[in-house]
Protein backbone atom coordinates (compact mmCIF):
# COMPACT_ATOMS: atom_id res chain seq x y z
CA UNK A 1 0.00 0.00 0.00
CA UNK A 2 2.60 2.32 0.77
CA UNK A 3 4.65 1.14 -2.17
CA UNK A 4 2.06 2.28 -4.21
CA UNK A 5 1.02 5.19 -2.31
CA UNK A 6 4.78 6.28 -3.64
CA UNK A 7 4.34 5.30 -6.80
CA UNK A 8 1.68 7.94 -7.38
CA UNK A 9 3.85 10.01 -5.38
CA UNK A 10 6.73 9.59 -7.47
CA UNK A 11 5.09 9.64 -10.58
CA UNK A 12 4.22 13.20 -11.19
CA UNK A 13 1.46 15.13 -11.90
CA UNK A 14 -1.18 15.66 -14.04
CA UNK A 15 -3.90 13.16 -14.35
CA UNK A 16 -3.43 10.82 -11.39
CA UNK A 17 -6.86 10.05 -11.29
CA UNK A 18 -6.70 7.03 -13.43
CA UNK A 19 -3.63 5.71 -12.05
CA UNK A 20 -4.77 6.00 -8.56
CA UNK A 21 -8.22 4.39 -9.58
CA UNK A 22 -6.88 1.75 -11.00
CA UNK A 23 -4.40 0.71 -8.44
CA UNK A 24 -5.94 -2.30 -6.27
CA UNK A 25 -4.03 -2.36 -3.60
CA UNK A 26 -4.54 1.24 -2.51
CA UNK A 27 -8.10 0.37 -0.72
CA UNK A 28 -10.18 3.15 -2.38
CA UNK A 29 -12.59 2.19 -3.38
CA UNK A 30 -14.73 5.28 -3.89
CA UNK A 31 -14.43 8.34 -4.49
CA UNK A 32 -12.86 9.08 -8.24
CA UNK A 33 -12.37 12.33 -7.98
CA UNK A 34 -8.66 13.61 -8.91
CA UNK A 35 -8.61 16.90 -10.22
CA UNK A 36 -6.40 16.64 -12.87
CA UNK A 37 -4.56 19.72 -11.97
CA UNK A 38 -3.83 17.55 -8.61
CA UNK A 39 0.18 17.21 -8.66
CA UNK A 40 1.29 14.17 -6.77
CA UNK A 41 -1.43 12.18 -5.45
CA UNK A 42 -0.75 10.26 -2.53
CA UNK A 43 -3.13 7.53 -2.36
CA UNK A 44 -4.22 6.41 0.77
CA UNK A 45 -2.96 3.54 2.80
CA UNK A 46 -6.93 2.88 4.39
CA UNK A 47 -10.31 1.86 3.73
CA UNK A 48 -11.02 5.41 4.52
CA UNK A 49 -11.37 7.81 1.84
CA UNK A 50 -10.16 11.44 1.00
CA UNK A 51 -11.54 14.65 -0.18
CA UNK A 52 -10.58 15.87 -3.08
CA UNK A 53 -11.76 18.16 -5.49
CA UNK A 54 -11.10 19.18 -8.94
CA UNK A 55 -12.31 21.58 -11.60
CA UNK A 56 -14.12 19.60 -13.43
CA UNK A 57 -14.31 16.52 -12.23
CA UNK A 58 -17.34 14.83 -9.67
CA UNK A 59 -17.32 15.16 -6.10
CA UNK A 60 -18.26 12.40 -4.48
CA UNK A 61 -18.11 11.51 -0.71
CA UNK A 62 -18.35 8.17 0.55
CA UNK A 63 -19.95 8.48 3.98
CA UNK A 64 -17.35 6.89 5.39
CA UNK A 65 -16.37 7.63 9.09
CA UNK A 66 -13.60 8.74 8.32
CA UNK A 67 -13.99 11.92 6.13
CA UNK A 68 -10.40 13.82 5.46
CA UNK A 69 -10.21 17.13 5.54
CA UNK A 70 -7.33 18.94 3.76
CA UNK A 71 -5.73 21.87 4.49
CA UNK A 72 -5.23 24.04 1.82
CA UNK A 73 -3.45 26.78 2.48
CA UNK A 74 -3.01 29.11 -0.57
CA UNK A 75 -1.11 27.83 -3.49
CA UNK A 76 0.79 25.39 -1.98
CA UNK A 77 1.25 22.01 -2.46
CA UNK A 78 0.74 19.91 1.24
CA UNK A 79 -2.46 18.58 2.03
CA UNK A 80 -3.03 16.23 4.77
CA UNK A 81 -5.32 13.72 5.01
CA UNK A 82 -6.20 14.83 9.05
CA UNK A 83 -8.12 11.67 9.99
CA UNK A 84 -7.13 7.89 9.05
CA UNK A 85 -9.25 5.27 11.31
CA UNK A 86 -6.50 3.30 12.86
CA UNK A 87 -3.26 3.05 11.44
CA UNK A 88 -0.42 4.84 11.31
CA UNK A 89 0.43 3.85 7.24
CA UNK A 90 -0.51 7.38 6.61
CA UNK A 91 0.36 9.06 3.47
CA UNK A 92 0.23 12.42 2.87
CA UNK A 93 -1.69 13.68 0.17
CA UNK A 94 -0.23 16.62 -1.70
CA UNK A 95 -2.42 17.66 -4.26
CA UNK A 96 -1.88 21.27 -5.79
CA UNK A 97 -4.68 22.68 -6.03
CA UNK A 98 -3.84 25.50 -8.77
CA UNK A 99 -7.38 25.77 -10.50
CA UNK A 100 -8.92 24.93 -7.03
CA UNK A 101 -11.32 28.12 -7.54
CA UNK A 102 -14.07 25.92 -8.54
CA UNK A 103 -17.07 25.91 -6.47
CA UNK A 104 -17.28 22.27 -6.95
CA UNK A 105 -14.91 22.06 -3.14
CA UNK A 106 -17.80 24.49 -1.23
CA UNK A 107 -19.96 21.78 -2.38
CA UNK A 108 -17.35 19.12 -1.10
CA UNK A 109 -17.14 20.84 1.85
CA UNK A 110 -20.70 21.57 2.72
CA UNK A 111 -21.59 18.12 2.00
CA UNK A 112 -18.74 17.12 4.57
CA UNK A 113 -21.04 18.63 7.12
CA UNK A 114 -19.81 20.39 10.20
CA UNK A 115 -20.66 17.02 11.94
CA UNK A 116 -17.92 15.15 10.20
CA UNK A 117 -16.04 18.58 10.84
CA UNK A 118 -16.48 18.54 14.41
CA UNK A 119 -15.62 14.68 14.28
CA UNK A 120 -12.53 15.71 13.14
CA UNK A 121 -11.80 18.09 15.77
CA UNK A 122 -12.77 15.83 18.02
CA UNK A 123 -10.01 13.32 16.87
CA UNK A 124 -6.40 13.18 17.75
CA UNK A 125 -4.01 13.41 15.53
CA UNK A 126 -2.68 11.04 15.05
CA UNK A 127 1.65 10.73 15.84
CA UNK A 128 2.68 10.91 12.39
CA UNK A 129 0.89 13.72 11.44
CA UNK A 130 3.27 15.18 9.17
CA UNK A 131 4.31 18.83 9.13
CA UNK A 132 4.36 20.04 5.97
CA UNK A 133 1.91 22.37 6.90
CA UNK A 134 5.71 24.15 7.96
CA UNK A 135 5.98 24.63 4.89
CA UNK A 136 2.83 25.60 3.67
CA UNK A 137 1.98 28.41 5.72
CA UNK A 138 5.47 29.69 4.43
CA UNK A 139 3.21 30.23 1.65
CA UNK A 140 0.23 31.85 3.57
CA UNK A 141 0.81 35.41 2.09
CA UNK A 142 -0.91 34.14 -1.29
CA UNK A 143 -3.98 32.71 -0.08
CA UNK A 144 -6.82 32.53 -2.74
CA UNK A 145 -10.33 33.49 -1.09
CA UNK A 146 -11.35 30.14 -1.77
CA UNK A 147 -8.72 28.52 -0.21
CA UNK A 148 -9.99 30.13 2.79
CA UNK A 149 -12.70 27.97 2.81
CA UNK A 150 -10.71 24.87 3.27
CA UNK A 151 -8.56 26.27 5.56
CA UNK A 152 -11.21 27.01 7.49
CA UNK A 153 -12.60 23.54 7.11
CA UNK A 154 -9.08 22.10 8.29
CA UNK A 155 -8.45 24.68 11.35
CA UNK A 156 -10.01 22.23 13.44
CA UNK A 157 -8.43 19.26 12.30
CA UNK A 158 -5.42 20.82 13.49
CA UNK A 159 -5.48 19.82 16.68
CA UNK A 160 -1.79 20.13 18.03
CA UNK A 161 -2.39 23.91 17.25
CA UNK A 162 -0.56 24.22 14.32
CA UNK A 163 -0.23 28.05 13.47
CA UNK A 164 -3.00 29.42 11.28
CA UNK A 165 -3.12 31.86 9.55
CA UNK A 166 -5.84 34.03 8.07
CA UNK A 167 -4.89 36.99 6.05
CA UNK A 168 -6.81 39.84 6.89
CA UNK A 169 -7.34 41.08 3.86
CA UNK A 170 -9.26 38.20 2.64
CA UNK A 171 -13.26 38.90 2.49
CA UNK A 172 -14.91 35.83 2.07
CA UNK A 173 -17.99 35.41 2.91
CA UNK A 174 -18.14 31.29 3.50
CA UNK A 175 -21.23 31.65 5.18
CA UNK A 176 -21.43 27.92 5.76
CA UNK A 177 -18.04 27.83 7.24
CA UNK A 178 -19.22 30.34 9.66
CA UNK A 179 -20.23 27.88 12.37
CA UNK A 180 -17.57 25.91 11.39
CA UNK A 181 -15.42 28.60 12.36
CA UNK A 182 -17.52 29.13 15.80
CA UNK A 183 -16.71 25.50 16.79
CA UNK A 184 -12.61 25.67 15.66
CA UNK A 185 -12.74 29.01 17.21
CA UNK A 186 -13.04 26.73 20.61
CA UNK A 187 -10.32 24.67 19.64
CA UNK A 188 -7.59 27.24 19.10
CA UNK A 189 -8.01 29.32 22.25
CA UNK A 190 -8.01 25.78 24.05
CA UNK A 191 -4.62 24.90 22.12
CA UNK A 192 -2.87 27.98 22.86
CA UNK A 193 -2.53 27.31 26.36
CA UNK A 194 -0.69 24.32 26.04
CA UNK A 195 1.18 25.28 23.20
CA UNK A 196 2.51 28.07 24.17
CA UNK A 197 6.06 26.31 23.47
CA UNK A 198 8.19 28.89 21.68
CA UNK A 199 8.40 32.76 21.82
CA UNK A 200 10.36 34.71 19.48
CA UNK A 201 9.87 37.88 19.62
CA UNK A 202 10.05 38.65 15.46
CA UNK A 203 7.62 36.47 14.38
CA UNK A 204 3.75 36.59 15.04
CA UNK A 205 1.16 34.42 14.24
CA UNK A 206 -2.91 35.51 14.84
CA UNK A 207 -5.75 33.75 14.25
CA UNK A 208 -8.21 36.86 13.18
CA UNK A 209 -11.75 37.36 14.57
CA UNK A 210 -14.23 37.31 12.38
CA UNK A 211 -16.35 39.47 13.41
CA UNK A 212 -19.59 38.12 14.30
CA UNK A 213 -18.93 34.85 15.91
CA UNK A 214 -16.24 36.06 17.86
CA UNK A 215 -17.11 36.79 21.66
CA UNK A 216 -15.48 39.81 23.08
CA UNK A 217 -12.57 41.25 20.94
CA UNK A 218 -10.14 38.85 21.56
CA UNK A 219 -7.49 37.60 19.40
CA UNK A 220 -5.22 34.92 19.95
CA UNK A 221 -1.88 34.57 17.85
CA UNK A 222 -1.33 31.15 17.74
CA UNK A 223 1.78 30.00 18.74
CA UNK A 224 3.14 27.83 15.84
CA UNK A 225 3.68 24.26 17.09
CA UNK A 226 5.86 21.66 16.19
CA UNK A 227 4.75 18.34 17.11
CA UNK A 228 7.30 15.39 18.40
CA UNK A 229 7.08 14.01 14.41
CA UNK A 230 9.07 16.64 13.38
CA UNK A 231 12.66 18.18 14.43
CA UNK A 232 12.02 20.92 12.46
CA UNK A 233 13.98 24.12 13.37
CA UNK A 234 12.27 26.01 16.44
CA UNK A 235 10.35 29.23 15.47
CA UNK A 236 9.18 30.93 17.42
CA UNK A 237 6.55 33.61 18.18
CA UNK A 238 5.31 35.88 20.63
CA UNK A 239 1.77 35.04 22.47
CA UNK A 240 0.58 38.90 22.41
CA UNK A 241 -3.38 39.27 23.04
CA UNK A 242 -5.37 41.96 22.13
CA UNK A 243 -7.02 44.10 24.46
CA UNK A 244 -10.21 44.97 24.28
CA UNK A 245 -10.94 47.94 22.30
CA UNK A 246 -8.00 47.74 20.31
CA UNK A 247 -7.21 46.78 16.41
CA UNK A 248 -6.63 43.40 16.09
CA UNK A 249 -4.63 43.46 12.88
CA UNK A 250 -1.82 41.48 12.49
CA UNK A 251 0.26 44.54 11.50
CA UNK A 252 -1.19 46.42 14.21
CA UNK A 253 -0.23 44.26 17.21
CA UNK A 254 3.27 43.99 15.66
CA UNK A 255 3.30 47.41 15.90
CA UNK A 256 2.59 47.61 18.69
CA UNK A 257 4.96 45.44 20.08
CA UNK A 258 7.72 46.66 18.67
CA UNK A 259 6.45 50.29 20.17
CA UNK A 260 6.37 48.66 23.69
CA UNK A 261 10.09 47.18 23.15
CA UNK A 262 10.80 50.75 21.92
CA UNK A 263 9.36 52.45 25.06
CA UNK A 264 10.84 49.98 27.56
CA UNK A 265 13.73 50.90 26.48
CA UNK A 266 13.61 54.23 26.53
CA UNK A 267 12.75 54.20 30.42
CA UNK A 268 15.68 52.10 30.97
CA UNK A 269 17.62 54.76 29.55
CA UNK A 270 15.63 57.36 31.24
CA UNK A 271 17.01 55.70 34.44
CA UNK A 272 20.63 56.00 33.17
CA UNK A 273 21.05 59.69 32.14
CA UNK A 274 20.47 61.64 35.26
CA UNK A 275 17.87 64.30 35.35
CA UNK A 276 15.84 62.92 33.45
CA UNK A 277 12.82 62.09 35.44
CA UNK A 278 10.67 64.69 34.34
CA UNK A 279 10.81 64.34 30.63
CA UNK A 280 8.17 63.04 29.20
CA UNK A 281 8.35 62.29 25.37
CA UNK A 282 10.43 60.41 23.19
CA UNK A 283 11.73 63.49 21.14
CA UNK A 284 12.77 65.59 23.94
CA UNK A 285 14.14 62.37 26.01
CA UNK A 286 16.68 61.42 22.94
CA UNK A 287 17.73 65.10 22.69
CA UNK A 288 18.85 64.24 26.54
CA UNK A 289 20.71 61.49 25.53
CA UNK A 290 22.40 62.27 23.03
CA UNK A 291 23.23 65.34 25.24
CA UNK A 292 24.49 62.96 27.84
CA UNK A 293 26.57 60.50 25.88
CA UNK A 294 28.42 63.93 24.56
CA UNK A 295 29.17 64.98 27.45
CA UNK A 296 30.48 61.67 28.45
CA UNK A 297 32.62 61.67 25.79
CA UNK A 298 34.05 65.45 26.12
CA UNK A 299 35.01 64.26 29.52
CA UNK A 300 36.87 61.03 28.09
CA UNK A 301 39.09 63.35 25.80
CA UNK A 302 39.31 65.87 28.80
CA UNK A 303 40.67 63.25 31.38
CA UNK A 304 42.90 61.66 28.88
CA UNK A 305 44.40 64.85 28.19
CA UNK A 306 45.06 65.45 31.95
CA UNK A 307 46.35 61.69 32.20
CA UNK A 308 48.68 62.74 29.27
CA UNK A 309 50.20 66.24 31.24
CA UNK A 310 50.49 63.93 34.41
CA UNK A 311 52.22 61.38 32.41
CA UNK A 312 55.72 60.66 34.25
CA UNK A 313 54.66 60.58 37.82
CA UNK A 314 51.38 58.24 36.14
CA UNK A 315 54.17 56.04 34.85
CA UNK A 316 56.18 56.06 37.75
CA UNK A 317 53.24 54.48 40.19
CA UNK A 318 51.68 52.80 37.41
CA UNK A 319 52.53 49.14 38.61
CA UNK A 320 51.42 50.56 41.96
CA UNK A 321 47.88 51.67 41.43
CA UNK A 322 47.49 48.61 38.98
CA UNK A 323 47.81 46.38 41.89
CA UNK A 324 46.08 48.26 44.69
CA UNK A 325 44.52 51.32 44.20
CA UNK A 326 41.46 51.28 41.53
CA UNK A 327 40.86 47.92 41.90
CA UNK A 328 39.48 47.26 44.69
CA UNK A 329 38.12 50.73 45.84
CA UNK A 330 34.38 49.74 46.11
CA UNK A 331 33.56 52.24 48.19
CA UNK A 332 36.37 50.75 50.20
CA UNK A 333 39.77 52.58 51.20
CA UNK A 334 42.94 51.87 50.17
CA UNK A 335 46.26 52.69 51.62
CA UNK A 336 49.12 52.53 49.57
CA UNK A 337 52.48 53.67 51.54
CA UNK A 338 55.26 53.19 49.64
CA UNK A 339 58.57 54.32 51.37
CA UNK A 340 61.60 55.91 49.75
CA UNK A 341 64.67 53.98 49.09
CA UNK A 342 68.05 54.74 50.36
CA UNK A 343 69.12 55.54 47.15
CA UNK A 344 66.88 57.93 45.82
CA UNK A 345 66.89 59.46 42.64
CA UNK A 346 66.89 63.36 42.52
CA UNK A 347 64.58 64.01 40.20
CA UNK A 348 62.22 66.05 42.35
CA UNK A 349 65.04 68.10 42.97
CA UNK A 350 62.62 71.14 43.12
CA UNK A 351 61.54 69.30 46.73
CA UNK A 352 57.57 68.44 47.31
CA UNK A 353 55.50 66.97 44.68
CA UNK A 354 53.58 69.81 43.32
CA UNK A 355 49.25 68.77 43.42
CA UNK A 356 48.80 71.15 40.89
CA UNK A 357 50.46 68.97 38.31
CA UNK A 358 47.99 69.28 35.13
CA UNK A 359 50.12 72.68 35.05
CA UNK A 360 53.31 71.53 34.71
CA UNK A 361 53.73 70.42 31.76
CA UNK A 362 57.14 68.67 31.18
CA UNK A 363 58.98 67.36 33.93
CA UNK A 364 60.75 64.73 31.31
CA UNK A 365 64.00 66.60 31.31
CA UNK A 366 64.62 66.10 34.51
CA UNK A 367 64.59 62.18 34.43
CA UNK A 368 67.07 60.22 32.87
CA UNK A 369 65.95 56.31 31.96
CA UNK A 370 68.01 54.60 34.34
CA UNK A 371 65.96 56.30 37.42
CA UNK A 372 63.07 54.82 36.05
CA UNK A 373 64.17 51.54 36.54
CA UNK A 374 65.37 51.89 39.66
CA UNK A 375 62.63 53.17 40.89
CA UNK A 376 60.41 50.66 39.52
CA UNK A 377 62.27 47.88 40.92
CA UNK A 378 61.96 49.87 44.20
CA UNK A 379 58.19 50.46 43.86
CA UNK A 380 57.23 46.52 43.73
CA UNK A 381 59.09 45.62 46.10
CA UNK A 382 57.65 48.75 48.11
CA UNK A 383 53.97 48.01 47.65
CA UNK A 384 54.06 44.48 48.75
CA UNK A 385 55.38 45.82 52.17
CA UNK A 386 53.18 48.74 51.92
CA UNK A 387 50.17 46.75 50.95
CA UNK A 388 50.17 44.64 54.51
CA UNK A 389 49.71 48.10 56.18
CA UNK A 390 46.24 47.40 57.09
CA UNK A 391 46.22 49.62 60.08
CA UNK A 392 45.87 52.89 57.92
CA UNK A 393 43.02 51.79 56.30
CA UNK A 394 41.45 50.84 59.72
CA UNK A 395 42.55 54.00 60.77
CA UNK A 396 40.17 55.57 58.06
CA UNK A 397 36.98 56.46 58.28
CA UNK A 398 34.67 54.08 56.19
CA UNK A 399 33.11 56.95 54.36
CA UNK A 400 33.66 60.26 53.27
CA UNK A 401 36.39 61.24 50.84
CA UNK A 402 39.27 61.76 52.01
CA UNK A 403 42.50 62.52 50.41
CA UNK A 404 45.78 62.68 52.11
CA UNK A 405 48.90 63.09 50.73
CA UNK A 406 52.05 61.89 52.08
CA UNK A 407 55.17 62.86 51.12
CA UNK A 408 58.36 60.84 51.89
CA UNK A 409 61.04 62.22 54.06
CA UNK A 410 63.09 61.97 51.28
CA UNK A 411 60.71 63.50 48.60
CA UNK A 412 61.19 60.78 45.97
CA UNK A 413 57.91 59.62 46.43
CA UNK A 414 54.16 60.40 47.05
CA UNK A 415 52.27 57.88 49.01
CA UNK A 416 48.78 58.57 48.30
CA UNK A 417 45.71 57.69 50.63
CA UNK A 418 43.00 58.08 48.42
CA UNK A 419 39.58 56.84 49.23
CA UNK A 420 37.58 57.00 46.65
CA UNK A 421 33.74 56.41 46.44
CA UNK A 422 32.09 55.32 43.53
CA UNK B 1 40.09 42.35 57.16
CA UNK B 2 38.25 39.37 56.11
CA UNK B 3 35.44 41.40 54.67
CA UNK B 4 37.46 43.93 52.95
CA UNK B 5 39.30 40.82 50.95
CA UNK B 6 35.58 39.46 50.26
CA UNK B 7 34.48 42.65 48.91
CA UNK B 8 37.39 42.96 46.72
CA UNK B 9 37.10 39.46 45.38
CA UNK B 10 33.68 39.89 44.63
CA UNK B 11 34.31 42.89 42.71
CA UNK B 12 37.43 41.86 40.76
CA UNK B 13 35.33 40.75 37.61
CA UNK B 14 33.45 43.82 37.47
CA UNK B 15 33.68 46.10 34.36
CA UNK B 16 34.91 48.67 35.89
CA UNK B 17 37.38 46.35 37.55
CA UNK B 18 38.32 44.82 34.27
CA UNK B 19 38.47 47.94 32.42
CA UNK B 20 40.86 49.11 35.36
CA UNK B 21 43.06 46.55 35.32
CA UNK B 22 43.70 46.76 31.49
CA UNK B 23 43.65 50.38 31.11
CA UNK B 24 46.31 50.22 33.39
CA UNK B 25 48.13 47.55 32.05
CA UNK B 26 48.35 49.91 28.39
CA UNK B 27 49.37 52.42 30.08
CA UNK B 28 52.75 51.12 31.26
CA UNK B 29 52.89 49.61 27.76
CA UNK B 30 52.72 53.73 26.90
CA UNK B 31 55.37 54.54 29.72
CA UNK B 32 57.88 51.72 28.24
CA UNK B 33 57.35 52.53 24.64
CA UNK B 34 57.41 56.26 25.44
CA UNK B 35 60.85 55.60 27.04
CA UNK B 36 62.14 54.58 24.34
CA UNK B 37 61.74 56.55 21.26
CA UNK B 38 61.13 60.32 22.53
CA UNK B 39 63.34 63.10 22.31
CA UNK B 40 62.68 64.61 18.75
CA UNK B 41 59.78 65.86 19.49
CA UNK B 42 58.37 68.78 21.48
CA UNK B 43 56.91 68.73 24.70
CA UNK B 44 53.11 70.32 23.04
CA UNK B 45 53.71 67.43 20.57
CA UNK B 46 54.41 65.01 22.79
CA UNK B 47 51.70 65.76 25.25
CA UNK B 48 49.20 65.83 22.28
CA UNK B 49 50.48 62.27 21.30
CA UNK B 50 50.22 60.84 24.44
CA UNK B 51 46.38 62.20 24.72
CA UNK B 52 45.36 60.36 21.88
CA UNK B 53 47.26 57.74 22.87
CA UNK B 54 45.50 57.31 26.20
CA UNK B 55 42.31 57.90 24.73
CA UNK B 56 42.25 55.10 22.28
CA UNK B 57 43.99 52.94 25.09
CA UNK B 58 41.06 53.47 26.95
CA UNK B 59 38.74 52.65 24.17
CA UNK B 60 40.31 50.01 23.33
CA UNK B 61 40.57 48.41 26.56
CA UNK B 62 36.85 48.96 27.27
CA UNK B 63 35.69 47.53 24.30
CA UNK B 64 37.78 44.75 24.86
CA UNK B 65 36.24 44.41 28.43
CA UNK B 66 32.49 44.03 26.78
CA UNK B 67 33.84 41.40 24.81
CA UNK B 68 32.33 41.04 20.98
CA UNK B 69 29.14 40.56 22.58
CA UNK B 70 27.95 44.05 22.07
CA UNK B 71 27.47 45.63 18.55
CA UNK B 72 28.78 48.91 19.86
CA UNK B 73 32.66 47.23 21.47
CA UNK B 74 32.76 45.62 18.01
CA UNK B 75 32.52 48.20 16.23
CA UNK B 76 34.58 50.08 18.19
CA UNK B 77 37.88 47.82 17.96
CA UNK B 78 37.13 47.56 14.43
CA UNK B 79 37.80 51.27 13.80
CA UNK B 80 40.34 51.41 16.25
CA UNK B 81 42.22 48.91 14.25
CA UNK B 82 41.64 50.47 10.98
CA UNK B 83 43.36 53.83 12.54
CA UNK B 84 46.06 52.03 13.79
CA UNK B 85 46.71 49.76 10.38
CA UNK B 86 46.44 53.11 8.60
CA UNK B 87 49.22 54.23 10.59
CA UNK B 88 51.24 52.18 10.43
CA UNK B 89 51.01 51.95 7.12
CA UNK B 90 51.95 55.56 6.61
CA UNK B 91 54.87 54.95 8.83
CA UNK B 92 56.06 52.22 6.56
CA UNK B 93 55.34 53.90 3.77
CA UNK B 94 53.49 51.04 2.12
CA UNK B 95 50.71 52.87 1.34
CA UNK B 96 49.37 51.20 -1.42
CA UNK B 97 49.31 47.94 0.03
CA UNK B 98 47.91 49.01 2.91
CA UNK B 99 45.38 51.36 1.36
CA UNK B 100 44.30 48.01 -0.56
CA UNK B 101 43.51 46.09 2.82
CA UNK B 102 42.26 48.79 4.29
CA UNK B 103 39.62 49.45 0.95
CA UNK B 104 39.11 45.81 1.54
CA UNK B 105 37.81 46.52 4.93
CA UNK B 106 35.50 49.30 4.38
CA UNK B 107 33.48 47.16 1.85
CA UNK B 108 32.33 45.39 4.68
CA UNK B 109 30.68 48.01 6.26
CA UNK B 110 27.23 48.40 5.12
CA UNK B 111 25.89 51.10 4.69
CA UNK B 112 21.58 51.74 5.19
CA UNK B 113 19.81 54.87 3.98
CA UNK B 114 17.32 56.07 5.37
CA UNK B 115 14.74 58.76 5.98
CA UNK B 116 16.68 61.49 8.23
CA UNK B 117 15.27 60.93 11.84
CA UNK B 118 15.69 62.72 14.98
CA UNK B 119 17.92 59.33 16.08
CA UNK B 120 20.73 60.23 13.51
CA UNK B 121 22.48 62.05 15.88
CA UNK B 122 22.77 59.16 18.53
CA UNK B 123 23.90 56.87 15.58
CA UNK B 124 26.72 59.39 14.96
CA UNK B 125 28.06 58.92 18.11
CA UNK B 126 27.25 55.63 19.67
CA UNK B 127 30.01 53.38 17.16
CA UNK B 128 28.21 51.16 15.22
CA UNK B 129 25.23 53.06 15.64
CA UNK B 130 24.68 53.25 11.67
CA UNK B 131 23.65 50.22 11.24
CA UNK B 132 20.86 49.05 13.82
CA UNK B 133 17.94 49.29 14.12
CA UNK B 134 15.77 52.03 17.01
CA UNK B 135 15.21 49.40 18.80
CA UNK B 136 18.82 48.36 19.39
CA UNK B 137 20.22 51.37 19.17
CA UNK B 138 18.45 52.23 22.30
CA UNK B 139 19.62 49.04 23.88
CA UNK B 140 23.24 49.97 22.71
CA UNK B 141 23.03 52.94 23.44
CA UNK B 142 22.14 52.20 27.24
CA UNK B 143 24.95 49.99 27.54
CA UNK B 144 27.06 52.07 26.08
CA UNK B 145 26.20 55.17 28.65
CA UNK B 146 27.13 52.34 31.25
CA UNK B 147 30.22 51.70 30.16
CA UNK B 148 31.36 54.99 29.06
CA UNK B 149 30.00 56.34 32.72
CA UNK B 150 32.78 53.49 34.25
CA UNK B 151 35.43 54.76 31.83
CA UNK B 152 35.44 58.43 33.42
CA UNK B 153 35.29 57.14 36.91
CA UNK B 154 38.00 55.11 36.63
CA UNK B 155 39.83 57.48 34.37
CA UNK B 156 38.63 60.37 36.79
CA UNK B 157 40.33 58.36 39.97
CA UNK B 158 43.62 57.74 38.33
CA UNK B 159 43.93 61.30 37.45
CA UNK B 160 42.93 62.53 41.33
CA UNK B 161 45.69 60.25 42.59
CA UNK B 162 47.87 62.67 41.05
CA UNK B 163 46.05 65.75 41.24
CA UNK B 164 45.89 66.50 44.61
Redesign the interface.
Known amino acids: MDGSGDNNGDLGYQNRAESVMNCPSSGMNTNPFYASAWDPVVSLSQPGNFVGSSTGSQSEFSNSPFPIVMENPGISNTCHLVRYPSDSGFIELVPKFPGFGSGNFSEIVGSLGLTECSQIVNAGCPPNYKEANNESTSHGAQRQEDHQLSEETTIGALPNGKRRRRAAESNSPFDPNKNAEGEFQKYPSGESSDSAKELDEKKQKIEQNRGANSCGKQVVKQTKDNPQSREAPKENYIHVRARRGQATNSHSLAERVRREKISERMRMLQELVPGCNKITGKAVMLDEIINYVQSLQQQVEFLSMKLATVNPELYNDVERIQSKDILHSRGGNEAIRGLSPGTNSHQYSHGTFQPGIPVIPNPNPHFSPAHHAILDNELQSFFQMGFDSSSAIDSLGPNGNQKVLVISTQQTFVSIFLTCRY | ?TT?HV??TA??R?I??RF??RF??S??K??RS??LG?GFQS?ED???R??????TA??RSMARVVGPRKIWSRALLFKLRNRARIQVGLRNRCLVSKKKKVQRKEKKVQVISREPN??D??RK??PGGDSMD??SL??E??H???C??T??????????????
Open positions: MKIAHTSKNARLRLLMKNRTNIRKNTQRIKADRANLLVICLETAYIKLAQVKVMQSIADLYST
